[in-house]
């Protein structure tokens, strides 16, 4: 008789069965850190391009419900809801990142477990448990599956970001075991992201498609649906299709929590986390003083290979691709001192510094990338400056401000909450919220967490 277990069923034992009481202090405030900057970046990013398209599709498509959507004023059903507050919440690519699986893991998990508990009427404690429940079952199994599955091409917040949503869904379900395999199992089968949507519309409404594609599973598992428990070891199914085969043993669930170890990145600047180590020793360098920047003749920089297969974009002319472009990361740091939002406008995008200095930003993967430095700096950079009189200085950083080892203090979190927010919302209103999530486990009930601010808002150029 074999006692093989499948990799879904062994998550959905653990997370059907988890309460917040069993979380540790220091995961909850984590996952409350999370909880806070997804939504500020989602309402940041409802006002975008993107997150307007999302919102039209559902205009046709999304039946009534309790579910907030960011930028309008009535409520729709769940899965709807889940799609359009998680394509804003990617739509600025601030998000948060976990390096199991290299994955957004937030935007997706977070819109699917708000969206449910809204139906459902849960407590802030059962939405925060919820989330939990979402965070550890999509990072242990990217934990499994090792980076592999990122470095093979795959774009895993859209292959890995169901696991997440399902999971989370089916807790504020209220979902038994065998119900939350089957809800895993159904989001799994039909799950797929390829990074050929870098630098277009198609990575934010993928984000957006996984979320409600979790929502839609965990509602179909309630009804009784069915799917391949084990679709992650099967001949045909995510490892050996998406992973040559390669899968480790799951973490040890519920005595180690991935939301503290390794914990979650919560990004300081809105680009690609791939460009944040070479802002960031760049931002040394200069801070120096040995070269000013109108001295510069090249930025040189020596980065992982996983680096230069994200930032693809040499020459940006959007937004979104300049979210994935060293040179503008470099650049527009060089000029400017930092990148905010508005950096990210076509007019800066259009200057000529801007442009002249791009050109000088050089970059390339050397030998010196062994397994042991890319353990420790995953997307680490060398960042070299060489000067006009031949003059060079040369600095290391292993993780940028905001990794989980250098995290974002309490007040770096505050100001980019607010910045973010206040995009939509009155100072007032922003403040109210950012209260209620930092004591979330303390609310009644979480349908009025977004109201009365869910106005609809003015685009902006995505």
């Not at 769940?78 to 690519?93: E, G, R, S, V, Y």
């Amino acid at each position: 008789m074999s006692d093989f277990t499948p990799s879904l069923v062994t998550l959905a034992r653990w997370s059907s069965g988890l309460h917040l009481a069993d979380v540790p202090p220091a995961v909850q405030d984590a996952a409350k850190r999370c909880l806070i900057d997804t939504l500020g970046v989602a309402l940041g990013g409802s006002r975008s391009t993107v997150a307007a398209q999302a919102r039209a599709v559902i205009a046709v498509t999304a039946g009534a419900g309790d579910a907030t959507v960011l930028g309008q004023s009535h409520t729709v059903a769940a899965p709807a809801a889940a799609f359009a507050n998680a394509t804003a919440a990617h739509a600025l690519d601030f998000d948060d990142n976990s390096y199991p699986g290299f994955v957004h893991g937030s935007a997706v998990i977070l819109p699917a477990a708000l969206a449910v508990a809204q139906m459902r009427d849960l407590s802030g404690a059962q939405l925060l448990a919820a989330f939990v429940a979402g965070a550890e079952c999509e990072y242990a199994l990217a934990k499994a599956l090792t980076r592999q599955i990122y470095d093979r091409g795959w774009w895993t917040t859209g292959v890995l970001g169901v696991v997440g949503a399902s999971a989370a869904a089916s807790h504020a379900l209220g979902l038994n075991a065998e119900q939350t395999a089957a809800a895993l199992a159904l989001a799994v089968t039909g799950t797929g992201g390829m990074k050929a949507g870098f630098g277009s519309d198609a990575k934010m409404l993928l984000a957006g498609r996984s979320s409600e594609a979790g929502v839609i599973a965990a509602l179909l598992a309630g009804t009784g649906s069915s799917g391949p428990l084990d679709v992650i070891e099967h001949e045909r199914g995510l490892a050996a299709m998406f992973n040559g085969g390669l899968l480790d043993p799951l973490p040890d669930l519920g005595n180690s929590w991935r939301l503290t170890d390794p914990g979650v990145d919560i990004k300081r600047v809105p680009v690609c986390l791939s460009s944040h180590a070479a802002i960031d020793a760049l931002r040394a360098l200069l801070d120096e003083g040995e070269l000013r920047v109108e001295d510069i003749d090249a930025i040189l920089c020596d980065v992982p290979p996983i680096v230069r297969q994200n930032l693809v974009h040499d020459a940006p002319v959007t937004r979104q691709q300049a979210q994935f472009s060293m040179p503008f990361a470099l650049a527009c740091t060089a000029l400017f001192g930092d990148i905010t939002l508005a950096s990210l406008d076509a007019a800066v995008l259009a200057r000529a510094d801007l442009q002249q200095l791009m050109k000088r930003v050089h970059m390339q993967s050397s030998p010196r990338w062994d397994p042991a430095l890319l353990d420790a700096a995953p997307e680490g950079a060398w960042v070299k400056l060489v000067g006009r009189d031949g003059r060079c200085v040369e600095g290391f950083c292993a993780m940028p401000v905001g990794s989980a080892s250098r995290p974002l203090s309490g007040p770096q979190l505050h100001r980019k909450f607010m910045h973010c927010a206040t995009a939509v919302w009155t100072v007032p209103r922003a403040q109210r919220l950012f209260d209620d999530l930092t004591r979330l486990d303390q609310l009644a009930d979480v349908r009025g967490l977004l109201n009365d601010g869910a106005f609809t808002v003015e685009t902006t150029e995505s």
